[in-house]
């Protein structure tokens, strides 16, 4: 079955210090990966997307990820963490065609400490 | 960019009652679009894909009687919780995907639900 694991509902980082989350996914066939940020009670903002063009790929905010097909995870990094990038994180996968549906991943809680 | 707009953002509504949401892509057509529901601190949980001009596509286990989808045009789709009960309170996001573009998905804002 296709699917995606996000590894740690909950992160804590520092300010200034690096910030990685981890995304693991299963399929069969070539997937789209994405990064989505949500902020509480709103819709969820793309960061990122990997759709079989450069395997590293940078995002909005300073974030990137990249696909990495022999360990099937596609984590989002960022050098420095703001204050402001506290907020959950999904990670999701879609698997081609037009109108295929995007599955997420669990979430993961970055908390950032002054 | 292209943008959802998702209508109410909160509502609250008595139990018995129906309620619908709204989801407009507003420059951009979208043949398909998508219902998730989030329960606090979880993850979406996809409840149907809407195709406009078609039935929509359930995912196992969501009631079709109860949350209609109805997709008229390529610019809206509706979602009508009927008859809610308190448990069907809860976050609901609509999604739509551009016709032709380049795979992203664009969400709405969310409407927060609470049946009383």
């Known amino acids: 079955a296709q699917s995606v694991t996000q590894l740690g509902s909950h992160v804590s980082v520092s300010e200034g210090a690096l910030v990685l989350l981890r995304c693991n996914y299963s399929?069969?066939?070539?997937?789209?990966l994405f990064w989505y940020v949500q902020y509480p009670n709103q819709g969820l903002q793309l960061l990122l997307k990997y759709t079989s063009a450069a395997t590293l790929v940078k995002g909005i905010n300073g974030f990137e990820a990249e696909f990495k097909k022999s360990e099937t995870s596609f984590h989002l990094t960022k050098p420095s963490a703001h204050m402001s990038d506290a907020a959950e994180y999904f990670c999701?996968?879609?698997?081609?065609?037009?109108?295929?549906?995007?599955?997420f991943g669990t979430g993961t809680l970055l908390a950032v400490q002054p | 960019g292209a943008v959802v707009s998702q209508h109410p953002s909160r509502v609250i509504c008595k139990s018995g009652t129906s309620v619908k949401i709204e989801c407009r892509s507003l420059d951009f057509q979208a043949t398909t679009m998508f219902w998730y529901r989030q329960f606090p601190k979880q993850s979406l949980m996809l409840m149907a894909t809407s195709n406009e001009g078609s039935k929509a596509t359930y995912e196992q286990g969501v009631e079709k009687d109860k949350f209609l989808i109805n997709h008229a045009s390529l610019t809206l789709s509706t979602l009508t919780v009927t008859s809610a009960h308190p448990e069907d309170s809860s976050f609901y996001i609509c999604s739509a995907r551009e016709i032709g573009g380049d795979y992203g998905y664009t969400f709405g804002s969310g409407t927060r639900l609470t049946v009383v």
């Open positions: 399929s069969s066939v070539p997937p789209y």
């Open positions: 999701a996968v879609s698997f081609g065609g037009a109108t295929n549906k995007l599955i």
